[in-house]
């Protein structure tokens, strides 16, 4: 019989949550290495990297461990403005000695969206399916962020993706937001992740996150991810973020 999911937990803190993230990546880190010697994590973009800036210079970070994938990426060249990779290089990754492994789309596969999204399936299934053996793969981390309308990764609200659940990887050329083109990795792989934790700072993001957590009902499209047990959902957010929200949270320690 399956257990629903876990209920989601929310650490809301005043002071601290870049510090705070980073202890909590070193210790889904330091337990998927030891239990099968590498780390796997997906990350989004927006405001997201700049929040991972405790890791650059954290010798408790194993990076030579690190498999690191993109949860949502542009259809643009890989130093393009606009692609989370740039994003993420410049915030993070470009400013370590040694970088970890990133699996980037393909970009000679820009102007065929259909290819550059199957080919970014076939990156995940090279690195999951010989070694855990799962319908999706379960990564270790997925980090998101949020958008004001509730979207994360590229998935929008009453969009054709939302209903994907046979793909990895799927693609959309219509993005409310530019630029239209985009891939974007499906709820079966959100929801079959050992840990997604979202981020979300700043008084413009208080009504959407209210919505999201206390009126998941609503069905925003970050209120759909939900981790199948023994997955579990977090939130990491400030008190700006968090001013109207109702629902329960937690204080943070590990």
């Given amino acids: 019989m399956h257990q629903p999911p876990n209920s989601p937990i929310v650490y809301s803190l005043r002071t601290g949550l870049s510090s705070a993230l ?16 590498r780390f796997t994590i997906a990350l989004s973009g927006g405001s997201l990297p700049q929040q991972l800036k405790d890791l650059i210079d954290n010798p408790r970070v194993k990076w030579d461990k690190w498999q690191v994938f993109y949860a949502d990426e542009r259809a643009v060249p890989l130093d393009d403005q606009d692609s ?9 990754f470009g400013k370590l000695p040694n970088p970890p492994a990133i699996h980037t789309l393909d970009p000679t596969h820009l102007d065929n969206l259909e290819m550059l999204s199957a080919a970014y399936e076939e990156e995940l299934i090279r690195e999951f399916a010989p070694k855990d053996s799962a319908r999706f793969p379960v990564f270790d981390l997925i980090l998101l962020g949020i958008g004001s309308d509730g979207h ?10 939302l209903a994907v659940e046979d793909t ?46 206390d009126h998941p009902e ?32 937690s204080s943070f320690s590990m």
């Fill in 22 to 37: 980073a202890t909590f990546i070193l210790k889904a880190q330091d337990e998927s290495v030891n239990k099968k010697g």
């Fill in 84 to 92: 989370n990779h740039n994003l993420c290089m410049t915030e993070l």
């Fill in 152 to 161: 994360t990764c590229s998935l929008f609200p009453n969009h054709q993706l």
């Fill in 168 to 213: 990895w990887v799927a693609y959309l050329d219509d993005s409310p937001k530019p630029p239209p083109k985009r891939i974007t990795l499906t709820y079966p792989v959100l929801n079959h992740a050992a840990r997604v934790a979202f981020v979300a700072t700043g008084e413009g993001k208080a009504d959407v996150l209210s919505m999201i957590l």
């Fill in 218 to 249: 609503k069905g925003l499209p970050a209120s759909r991810v939900r981790p199948v047990h023994p997955g579990q959902l977090y939130w990491f957010v400030d008190e700006s973020a968090s001013a109207k929200l109702q629902y329960p949270k």
